[in-house]
Nanobody, 117 residues
Framework: QVQLVESGGGLVQPGGSLTLSCAADRSLDRFYSMDWYRQAPGRQRELVAR???????NHPDSMKGRFTTSRDDALNTVYLQMNNLEPEDTAVYYC???????????WGQGTQVTVSS
């Protein structure tokens, strides 16, 4: 079982920024992708960003320009940089390790992001 440990959530004002981290217990090269999802109360879990280990990153159109995912191979860690946050971004954010497209090996424990003045 892959272990993923998330950190970096918290309370931020609208227009602010946060960076989430997701540390894996093994090399990122073992995965097809590292994904970020979020789930707000009463809503379905949605994809925020996908970092394909071969080098490509994908973001839903609504988040392009605001959310950026990156990696540090030495630390087996992926990051989600979130800028210009809006109250609608309030959710629990999860990272997930996938061994193939749509095949998830493990999920992080989730970290709460609250955007409020």
């Amino acid at each position: 079982q892959v272990q993923l440990v998330e950190s970096g959530g918290g309370l931020v004002q609208p227009g602010g920024s946060l960076t989430l981290s997701c540390a894996a217990d093994r090399s990122l090269d073992r995965f097809y992708s590292m994904d970020w999802y979020r789930q707000a109360p009463g809503r379905q879990r949605e994809l925020v960003a996908r970092l394909i280990i071969s080098g490509q990153t994908n973001h839903p159109d609504s988040m392009k320009g605001r959310f950026t995912t990156s990696r540090d191979d030495a630390l087996n860690t992926v990051y989600l940089q979130m800028n210009n946050l809006e109250p609608e971004d309030t959710a629990v954010y999860y990272c997930a390790a996938a061994s193939a497209f749509g095949v998830f090996d493990s999920w992080g424990q989730g970290t709460q992001v609250t955007v409020s003045s």
